[in-house]
DNA sequence: GAAACCTGAGCGTGATATGAA
DNA sequence: GTTCATATCACGCTCAGGTTT
């Protein structure tokens, strides 16, 4: 390993300078960088041994501007969003195999989605993965008119022509989570609803259609949230005072869930033995040991895979994938792919008492 | 705003499509779009129309291949910290002002440390930010002879040459919240260590010397810990258990004390009732009122603006920076950077009873 | 004919040198 | 001399096409 390049200046070395010294053309370096086929096995082992020599490194950005592909898929996410950081972790995951590199670019204050689209644009990403963008419709159809655009997590109704969507079945998972609740015996089920997040109006839609069906509709109570603990943590206080208190809830995601439970305990309010709460999202935060949440499980890892697919097949002209698998009364336009979520049971929810 | 590039075939438009649109050549189109002197205004504003109408971008790589300056910081950062998060939050904002870009790359599962260098450096970053890094210290000093190197949170001893370090004085903030428990009458305190994290040598130290100044040598109880709330968990469970019980425990960060916060709720010890709980990062976490951790902020937006600015001022020559402040009995190498912490007292904390 | 290699052009910019008002 | 504009090359790489065994 060198500790310093062995070039003659200071700068960086290049593809002429690992030519030179292995007495060959820079196009054959190339072809032996690369792996491609057309050197001899003699000659590329003269050639990687003199590249590791002047610990030579191909220039990522000259190799992309070349070759007019970029293989770069642009990922754009909340930094402060663990659901984010999960569907990251799986972006990273399933776009090695694919044969493409990411480039990341976070929403944060300061710099909002606007600012993180541009600056993955001028990357010369091949297409976009937005995760949970908050951007106009208008907006995202203009751009996906300029290259694939995958949407994870945020529907758009109507549907925005040439985005793909992939996205959790919100209103099953809410259907699931009230089913779940009422097999135990609740009748008094809130919600906590996420406001205007992505996956929000679904949710509670979910929420009031399963309310309904089980004729709990006298029942049906949805307090303001939103993605934050602190929504949840206010929700919750409003909750703990209430007379006579439901005896569940459904908050938006964990993180709001987490600052339900939170609030509960400090007001002594047992969980799941006074009220049972149950989550969306299935983070990490959710598994941990001392939350021990039960909450709607998003597949984090297919979402994440599947958004990567899409948007490979849209640069590779694949014909559209296959749909999910159609919800029972509600239309799913194509280029959408649902996911079916996952009821996760854990120790947040009981029988009432 | 156009929907779709107005360019014949389905390629992006370039500096050349602006020029025959504008009836200019790309070189003065080129002067244009970077806002350099050299164009008449009306031109200018020809040019800038065109560009407008056409839906011209820059082509970032092409700009960064040509100018031997590529004006783009690399910066790593684990994906699931969220005292990273905040940090890269605080590192887009200085880098803006100071006319860098920012490259992330993160550290997750299936991806290493020495990957997500290698994609930086191949994104020719002109320097590196590495938060909290893990990697062995020959490792950090390769890198160091290649480009400058910030190494943000991690102190390395004995200092790598070449290296710059920003960091908060750990050991002192271990101190300042042992004087707070001491000072509220604690004497039992105990720590649950960060085990091989950056950091945690330190505050383990910081913690025993401030200890055996209290006359409390007999006290000191370490137990080990990490970075996740799963760890603190962990040892909460053995201090709930303990007989005689500690009257107050200091995490070795703020997620930590998270899980040993919930455990002692879970179990029925009182926090700061029965016992009391001390943080280190002052992260979003800590401020959320329904934790309302006291703990150690390290300033997080200060270590942000620092980390960018010794990496810029290595990029551009400047001298060496003035240190922070020498702390007693601690010799602090040149391009170490060592910022005070400062306890913030919330909720957590109370005298024992 | 295939395998191994080389030449030359050009990707989209930015900087320099040069010329025209 | 100053201002505005252009031509030309180089950045580091890939690729199509050619030459040699």
Not at 184 to 195: C, K, P, S, T
Not at 282 to 289: Q, Y
């Amino acid at each position: 390993m060198p500790a310093t390049p062995a070039v003659p200046d200071g700068k960086r070395p290049t593809l002429a300078d690992v030519a030179a010294r292995a007495g060959v053309s820079t196009a054959l370096v190339s072809i032996v960088m690369r792996g491609a086929k057309g050197a001899g096995a003699a000659t590329r082992e003269r050639v990687l041994e003199a590249a590791r020599e002047i610990g030579y490194r191909p220039d990522a950005r000259a190799r992309l501007l070349r070759s007019h592909r970029s293989r770069l898929l642009g990922v754009q996410f909340g930094l402060q969003h663990p659901f984010h950081s999960d569907l990251v972790e799986g972006i990273y995951a399933a776009a090695e195999p694919a044969g493409y590199q990411i480039a990341l670019s976070a929403v944060a204050a300061g710099r909002g989605e606007q600012r993180a689209v541009e600056t993955l644009l001028d990357d010369r990403c091949e297409a976009l993965i937005l995760l949970g963008p908050q951007a106009p419709a208008a907006r995202l159809a203009e751009l996906a008119g300029q290259l694939p655009v995958v949407s994870v997590a945020r529907r758009l109704r109507p549907a925005v022509p040439g985005l793909e969507v992939v996205r959790t079945a919100d209103d099953e998972g809410a259907r699931q989570a009230v089913d779940h609740l009422v097999a135990l015996g609740h009748r008094d089920i809130a919600h906590i609803d996420g406001g205007r997040a992505p996956g929000a109006a679904d949710r509670r839609r979910g929420y009031r259609t399963a309310m309904n069906r089980h004729g709990l509709g006298g029942h049906i109570r949805i307090l303001p949230g939103g993605l934050t603990e602190e929504d949840g943590a206010a929700a919750a206080r409003v909750l703990a005072a209430a007379r006579p208190r439901p005896t569940a809830v459904m908050a938006f995601n964990d993180r709001c869930a987490t600052g339900v439970l939170d609030t509960f305990l400090r007001s002594g309010v047992a969980v799941p033995g006074d009220i049972s709460v149950v989550g969306f999202d299935d983070t990490h935060l959710a598994r941990l040991a001392h939350i021990d949440l039960t909450t709607v499980g998003q597949d984090i890892s297919r979402l994440a895979g599947l958004a990567v697919d899409r948007a490979v097949a849209r640069l590779e002209g694949r014909p559209e994938g296959r749909l999910e698998g159609r919800l029972e009364g509600d239309e799913i336009p194509a280029g959408e792919q649902v996911i079916a979520p996952r009821l996760v049971v854990r120790g947040t929810t009981a029988p009432p008492r």
